[in-house]
């Protein structure tokens, strides 16, 4: 199992931008692809975005299409999540979450504690 902690999250005004961490321990993240899912008040968890395990495919949800990337430094065990034009409804807890495989569809076995976004307007 591996651990995942989230860290970067705040209180930023609509427009402006955040970068999210998410570092884990306990196993090398390389062989996984890992995501990044959200849950606003009162709503369901949802997927933003995934990477693959070698960092060459992703996949975003149509909400968060050309204003959120993923990366991943393999060597640093940690995967970044860069926000940019943010939206009042972007606001949630952010959750990293590492997939059973090397495929952005997952399942993912293994979560963070998440790290609370809030964009103001």
């Known amino acids: 199992q591996v651990q995942l902690v989230e860290s970067g999250g705040g209180l930023v005004q609509a427009g402006g931008s955040l970068r999210l961490s998410c570092a884990a321990s306990?196993?090398?993240?390389?062989?996984?692809?890992m995501g990044w899912f959200r849950q606003a008040p009162g709503k369901e968890r949802e997927f933003v975005v995934a990477?693959?395990?070698?960092?060459?495919?992703?996949k975003h949800a149509d909400s968060v299409k050309g204003r959120f990337t993923i990366s991943r430094d393999n060597a640093k065990n940690t995967v970044y999540l860069q926000m940019n034009s943010l939206k009042p409804e972007d606001t949630a807890v952010y959750y990293c979450?590492?997939?059973?495989?090397?495929?952005?569809?997952?399942?993912?076995?293994?979560w963070g504690q998440g790290t609370q976004v809030t964009v103001s307007s």
């Open positions: 990477i693959s395990g070698s960092g060459g495919s992703t």
């Open positions: 306990g196993r090398t993240l390389s062989s996984y692809a």
């Open positions: 979450a590492r997939a059973r495989t090397s495929a952005t569809y997952g399942p993912y076995d293994d």
